[in-house]
């Protein structure tokens, strides 16, 4: 600096002065977080200003680096041991300035040495995905399912417990570190065959349809039924039906289930049996009155009718006596087993002795005949006696047996056989 100094006679100039302004280093440019493959060159700067001359020194966790005394700090090649917090501090004479940290990785990229293996697990089962993967840092896993993140799945192994169908598909695993990622291969999980709905056997009436039925979980099922050993063709799926039971029918059945995943068998026996059977008591009344007469048999299930009144008699049949006396049973609609019901016969004169006879509700066919037999003795196999050849008129009929001492033999078995 200097001054001029001027009046109407002249000028005069000063002498110069030099002025000199004095500044602490301050940080321009802050060194910026790095993330470079090991091998490659790590390279970090900063700029500072301040009056010169300004020193540098650079630091890491440990402390100052040796040598690291200018704006760049340079490493070639890095190496994952560089991987560190740096910052540097610039001086001069009149103070100081420190940078930022900036945080260095140094990353082997990660590597997948070996792909998750496919599963095939029973429904319940367990199932397990493993990969193995290397790189530094440390790898992480995010797993997918059906190309989906499945949040909360960022463990090695996935483990999958209770499997179930909405478990199976496709999986993946996403791993990754600070500087690269690799997807693995997919993976797929499927369920072998597992039986939910046993066939634990049936009994089929002749004539009549009948279904053998099992019921199965897996991927990509298929079924082969079989009896007595022997595969039925065309009997490949979940149920096998016979639309008409013969008595040949009965045996051994079994169905295997099978997958690419293996295979399981439900065995169970299936009896074929003429027709149901469902022994009772049916009510009887032993008539006595004219042979030839004609009478009217009503029922009630009120003593007397409701209230003493008649019109809770109800007509269930009209009989004509071939012999004095005789014995009529109660075969009409819910006869079977209905609880109390009264009688009464019309006209008068005749007389009625209410008793109960053994009556047999049958299902069947209707047009098949059936055989009949009873005994008192069912240790003796040679006591069997026939009763009566039937053709059911409906598929559900009762038989009462009117046979001779039927009301007051006491216990009696009855068994059914296929009519000729």
Known sequence: YFAIVSNASGAA??????????M????????????????????????AIGTPPLSYQWYKSAGAISGATSTNYVINPAQTNNTDSYFAIVTNV??????????????????ISQQPQNQAVPAGGTAMFNVQASGFPAPTYQWTFRGTNWIGRTSNPLIISNVNLSNLGTYAVLVSNAGSSQLSSNAILSMSPSITMSYTGATGIWGRSAVLSVGAIGSGLTYQWYENGVAIGSATNSSYTFSTVQLTNGGNYSVVVSSPYGSVTNSAQFKVIPASMDVGTCASIDIG?????????QGSYYPGGMFGTTNTWMTLTN????????????????????GTRYYQVLPVPASTNQAKVACINIGGVAG???????????????????????VLQQNQQVWADTSTNAPTTGVRCYRILPGQ
């Open 368 to 390: 098949y005949s059936y055989i009949i037999q009873r005994t008192d003795d069912v240790l003796n196999t040679n006591a069997w006696m026939t009763l009566t050849n039937l």
């Open 319 to 338: 009989l004509t006596l071939v012999q004095n006396p005789e014995l009529w049973v109660d075969t009409s609609a819910n006869a079977f087993r209905a």
């Open 94 to 111: 009149y103070g100081s300035a420190t940078s930022h940290v900036a945080n260095v990785v140094v990353y082997v990229p990660v590597n």
């Open 13 to 22: 100039t000063s002498t110069v002065a030099v002025v000199t302004v004095l």
């Open 289 to 297: 009155g004219v042979i030839g007469s004609n009478y009217m048999i």
């Open 24 to 47: 602490s280093p301050q940080i321009t440019q802050d060194p910026s977080n790095t993330v470079v493959a090991a091998g490659s060159a790590l390279n970090l700067s900063l700029a």
